[in-house]
């Protein structure tokens, strides 16, 4: 786990009602961090109030689904990814989502590269809602093994959970 603390916490999204989730290459975690996000709106019963989608900094799987293992934790702990891989589209994304959530720093920096405004107010990480956490990088369990895929499930929810209370002011 890394820590950055240069990237601020969430100051107030109360409110915001579309969320997208950048990674790299949108078959890991950015996917997982959507398919929990609107598992827990579901369990809400909220769904219907936001807008939820996924995407990555680089064009490696444009197109791909989710990669095996993201979708073997996913549906162990019965969460849904309906999601093929796409690129983050900078004219389109920035003007349509209020909270831009990458999984990590080097995401957030993808981001920024791909036309990103610095001053942007909705960009942050996934972890800026946490209250115990906030500058907590989700790593990439890519190239690792399948701990690595639960350790990302576990993060991934825990942030989720922070976020949508943070975004329904359930604090």
């Known amino acids: 786990?890394?820590?950055?603390?240069?990237?601020?916490?969430?100051?107030?999204?109360?409110?915001?009602?579309?969320?997208?989730?950048?990674?790299?290459?949108?078959?890991?975690?950015?996917?997982?961090?959507q398919g929990v996000f609107e598992h827990l709106i579901q369990g809400r019963g909220i769904h219907n109030q936001f807008t939820v989608a996924s995407c990555g900094t680089g064009d490696w799987h444009i197109g791909q689904p989710?990669?095996?293992?993201?979708?073997?934790?996913?549906?162990?702990?019965g969460v849904k990814l309906h999601t093929r891989g796409r690129q983050l589209d900078a004219a389109m994304d920035?003007?349509?989502?209020?909270?831009?959530?990458?999984?990590d720093r080097r995401n957030l920096e993808?981001?920024?590269?791909?036309?990103?405004?610095?001053?942007?107010?909705?960009?942050?990480?996934?972890?800026a809602a946490s209250?115990?956490?906030?500058?907590?990088d989700v790593p990439d369990p890519y190239y690792g093994g399948p701990e690595g895929f639960d350790e990302m499930y576990r993060?991934?929810?825990?942030?989720?959970?922070?976020?949508?209370d943070a975004m329904l002011e359930v604090r």
């Open 110 to 127: 993808g981001i920024r590269a791909l036309g990103c405004p610095p001053q942007i107010a909705g960009l942050f990480l996934l972890y």
């Open 1 to 33: 786990m890394s820590v950055d603390s240069s990237w601020p916490p969430i100051p107030d999204a109360r409110g915001c009602r579309r969320v997208l989730f950048v990674c790299l290459g949108n078959i890991c975690r950015s996917p997982l961090a």
């Open 66 to 77: 989710p990669d095996p293992r993201t979708i073997l934790v996913a549906e162990r702990h």
């Open 94 to 103: 920035f003007a349509r989502f209020d909270l831009i959530l990458g999984m």
């Open 155 to 164: 993060l991934i929810l825990l942030g989720s959970e922070a976020l949508l």
């Open 131 to 136: 209250t115990v956490h906030p500058h907590l």
